[in-house]
């Protein structure tokens, strides 16, 4: 597995700069001789990690590049936040069609989530608790 360098590296000698110049997790995974079966999983966790390490890598369909304006840096985190909020929706579906099943004798008591613009936040957990 490569390192997070090699990754940075990679991606700065290829001129993967930019939203104009993304490489996919699968051409990543086969530059570094990593066997991805298909999902690439190896390599998408090797971006997450170099994120949470302070690089700046962006992604468009499936895709990935070094991040180098203001533009692409806020494309990124809307796109990052309307992904949240379509998983809390789905999410919130998934509690509500289970706890609204006719006859339902087993509901889940777990909360419902939603994104403020802080945090996300345990909606009507306070009252709950009290």
Same mark, same amino acid.
């Given at each position: 597995m490569p390192t997070i360098q090699q990754l940075i590296t990679c991606l700065f000698n290829n001129n993967h700069v930019?939203?104009?110049h993304p490489i996919t997790a699968g051409r990543l995974a086969?530059?570094?001789?990593?066997?991805?079966?298909?999902?690439?999983? $190896?390599?998408?966790?090797?971006?997450?990690n170099t994120?949470? /390490?302070g690089e700046l890598i962006g992604s468009l369909n499936k895709a990935f590049y070094i991040?180098?304006?203001l533009s692409e840096v806020e494309?990124?985190?809307?796109?990052?936040?309307n992904r949240?909020?379509?998983i809390l929706s789905r999410r919130r579906n998934m509690l509500n069609n289970w706890n609204n /099943?006719?006859? /339902?004798?087993? $509901?889940?008591?777990? $909360?419902d989530l939603e994104i403020n613009d802080?945090?996300?936040q345990i909606v009507n957990s306070i009252e709950k608790d009290y």
């Amino acid at each position: 597995m490569p390192t997070i360098q090699q990754l940075i590296t990679c991606l700065f000698n290829n001129n993967h700069v930019d939203r104009v110049h993304p490489i996919t997790a699968g051409r990543l995974a086969q530059h570094f001789g990593v066997s991805d079966g298909g999902t690439e999983v $190896p390599i998408r966790n090797l971006i997450r990690n170099t994120i949470d /390490q302070g690089e700046l890598i962006g992604s468009l369909n499936k895709a990935f590049y070094i991040m180098n304006d203001l533009s692409e840096v806020e494309d990124n985190l809307n796109s990052l936040q309307n992904r949240a909020v379509l998983i809390l929706s789905r999410r919130r579906n998934m509690l509500n069609n289970w706890n609204n /099943q006719q006859n /339902q004798e087993n $509901p889940s008591n777990l $909360p419902d989530l939603e994104i403020n613009d802080v945090q996300i936040q345990i909606v009507n957990s306070i009252e709950k608790d009290y």
